[in-house]
């Protein structure tokens, strides 16, 4: 099921500037692996959330190639910076590819291995954490995120509207995670949330 009508999503994405040479040889790179990335749509939400809250400190949990990082990273200032996680040491290795054709390989570190481990092997609080693990995981990322927001930081979430099945009666596991995550940024006193149907549906959470 398509979140947002196919109509409009192709007017989102003609009037949308282009985006530099690297951010489209990554979308490229995507599109012929099939690859799920967030697209310029959501990166350019990111890019004005960092901005906004002017975040120096993020975590992603669940960082791909680097396409998000690289939006995360493109809207710090100088002093700031992203740490990623990422389960495949390759798609960490092709990361640091793009990260240094665009001149920002500085302000990116990888971590290989369990995004929900390492959470716990880095220090300190973040002002933006970005969750996008395998989807049966994100109530367990929802409880090792939260106490790590600075207050007044951000979680935010990909795929929280899982293609519509959402909506199904017999949800897998994958959906009910969502589901039970979704319940969870909503009822939380820490938080104030909000969904977006923005491509897959993105929520973000302020923490009070």
Request: charged share 25%; hydrophobic share 40%.
């Amino acid at each position: 099921m398509d979140i947002v009508n196919a109509h409009i999503v192709d007017y989102l994405l003609n009037i949308t500037p282009g985006r530099d040479e690297v951010l489209e040889d990554m979308e490229e790179y995507a599109l012929a692996r099939n690859f799920p990335i967030i697209g310029p749509l959501v990166g350019r939400l990111l890019y004005l959330l960092t901005k906004t809250t002017q975040a120096h400190r993020i975590l992603e949990l669940g960082s791909g190639f680097g396409y998000s990082a690289y939006w995360f990273a493109k809207a710090l200032d100088k002093n700031g910076y992203v740490i990623c996680t990422e389960s495949d040491g390759d798609n960490a290795e092709h990361a640091q590819t793009y990260f240094h054709r665009a001149k920002i390989a500085p302000k990116i570190r990888y971590l290989v291995g369990d995004a929900l481990k390492l959470i716990d092997e880095v220090d300190g609080q973040f002002d933006i954490i970005f969750n996008d693990v395998d989807k049966h995981q994100y109530p367990k990322a929802f409880r090792k995120a939260v106490p790590r927001l600075s207050k007044g930081g951000l979680l935010i979430s990909d795929n929280v509207l899982w293609s519509g099945k959402i909506l199904n009666h017999k949800p897998d596991a994958d959906t009910a995670g969502i589901l039970t995550y979704n319940r969870l940024i909503y009822s939380s006193k820490d938080l104030f949330s909000t969904i977006i149907p923005l491509r897959d549906g993105v929520s973000v959470s302020i923490k009070l």
